[in-house]
């Protein structure tokens, strides 16, 4: 089968190898779309996260049931996203029921084979059927609308009516698209650099994409970190309201440093936003099946699954082009 593999920073190949067998109690699937996530990117600029060399990349996916255990309730052809997480589950987060906060918490594409290829095999529980008609490039986006779904409940426990999020990014898009098609929320801004995705933000329903957070108004209840640099947080920390909440969405390559005496003086809390739950997941594919949240605007580019590493190339290039590539693995 066609697979994607990672051989080291900025080596990425698309080659022909076994095709996947499933386990016992495993389905088989036939990988529609795969998309590429910001961790991917992590992986190739930096090799994190990813255990052993010529790993099959990728944990975004939609496929298509081609066989499954006769208890599991899949039948072939069904049309399905699935959770790609992989948790110890044996720590105490695991055992209390909140696996995205594991302590080794892994994904398929690191800690084993990922869906960047025409083949995946994945346990029947993890997998969640979508209606027939369910947009395919959409559907592939239910995994990252599931860490904006998490991102969002945890915000709106602040009861915010003013959030900027940093980085217009998929997630940072996502969270801002919720706040306002979901949660209403009266004002949210997008802070980005760039251009071309400040434009996105306004498709996303952002009520005003700015190019600095700190020159958009001040006083936020809530902001968000969607980027994963030390500008941004600095940004996202000094625009927050005294006693308001600064939420971190997002993997730092360098790790920050953050002044904790503005945040004591301030009463400002800083919580960190992991992943999601299978509930979470869920209501994703509720929300893209149901065509309930039109996601289109996010997806700028489909690419061959043989053409992979030109899509990494174009999301980690200095100029940004590109917002979500799909790996297309039908043809």
């Known amino acids: 089968m066609k697979a994607v593999k990672f051989y080291g920073i900025g080596d990425v190949r698309t080659v022909d190898t076994e095709a996947a067998t499933p386990g016992g109690g495993q389905a088989l699937i036939r990988v529609l779309y795969g998309g590429i996530c910001g961790s991917d990117l992590h992986i190739y600029r930096k090799g994190m996260f990813v255990e052993r060399l010529e790993e099959t990349m990728g944990h975004e996916f939609v496929g298509r049931v081609c066989s499954a255990p006769a208890e599991s309730g899949l039948s072939e052809g069904d049309l399905v996203v699935g959770d790609p997480r992989v948790p110890c589950g044996h720590c105490r987060a695991c055992l209390e029921g909140d696996s995205h906060r594991c302590a080794s918490l892994g994904f398929i594409g690191e800690v084993r084979p990922g869906c960047f290829a025409e083949y995946l095999a994945l346990e ?23 860490v ?45 650099l760039d251009e071309f995705r400040r434009k996105k933000a306004e498709q996303a329903g952002a009520d005003q994409a700015v190019s600095d957070g700190l020159k958009a108004g ?30 971190l969405s997002a993997i730092y390559e360098t790790l920050p440093v953050v002044d904790v005496n503005y945040l004591v003086s301030n009463e400002q809390r800083l919580c960190g936003n992991n992943a999601y739950s299978f509930s979470d997941l869920q209501e994703a594919a509720r929300l893209v099946g149901g065509k309930k949240l039109p996601l289109d605007w996010l997806v700028t580019r489909v690419l061959p699954a043989d053409q992979a590493d030109q899509a990494f190339r174009l999301l980690t290039a200095p100029a940004k082009t590109d917002l979500k590539i799909l790996l297309d693995f039908q043809i």
């Open 124 to 146: 029947p529980e993890k997998l969640i059927v979508l209606p027939k008609d369910t947009d395919l490039k959409q559907a592939a986006l239910c995994e990252p609308l599931a």
């Open 148 to 192: 904006a779904i998490h991102a969002c409940k945890e915000i709106m426990r602040a009861d915010p009516q003013r959030v900027l999020v940093m980085g217009a990014g998929p997630i940072g898009l996502l969270i801002a698209c919720l706040l306002k098609a979901q949660y209403r929320v009266a004002q949210v801004t997008v802070a980005d």
């Open 218 to 247: 001040g006083a936020f209840d809530c902001a968000v970190d969607a980027v994963g640099v030390q500008g941004a947080l600095e940004g996202a920390i000094q625009s927050t309201r005294p006693g308001g909440s600064v939420f």
